[in-house]
């Protein structure tokens, strides 16, 4: 066969990849939906992390700003978020 007539490999859709993996005995649940140390992990970083990094990033980078404007700069640094939630 000439390069110009090659057979081109077959892809599949990933929809038929779900519904052949059921066919197919694959039924288990993926690693990460089981429970262990990756999903301990996954959900500590999800759960806590990401939520106290916004909160940090969102004084430092957008209140914490305003606030220096209207009190002096080192009192805007020396302030904690708490004080700022009523």
């Known amino acids: 066969m000439s390069p110009r007539h090659a057979r081109r ?10 519904r052949g993996s059921g066919i197919g ?4 649940p993926p690693a990460l939906v089981s429970p262990g ?4 992990l996954l ?3 999800f759960a806590f992390g990401i939520a ?9 980078c957008y209140l ?3 606030l ?11 302030i904690l978020p708490e004080r700022l939630k009523m």
Request: proline letters at 11%; hydrophobic letters at 50%; glycine letters at 2%.
């Open 9 to 18: 490999p077959r892809t599949i859709p990933p929809s038929q990849w779900i």
């Open 52 to 60: 106290a990094w916004t909160e940090e990033n969102l004084f430092r």
């Open 43 to 45: 959900v500590a970083f």
């Open 64 to 66: 914490q700003p305003l």
């Open 25 to 28: 005995g694959a039924t288990e």
């Open 68 to 78: 220096a404007r209207s009190v002096s700069l080192w009192m805007a640094i020396v």
């Open 37 to 40: 140390p990756a999903r301990l």
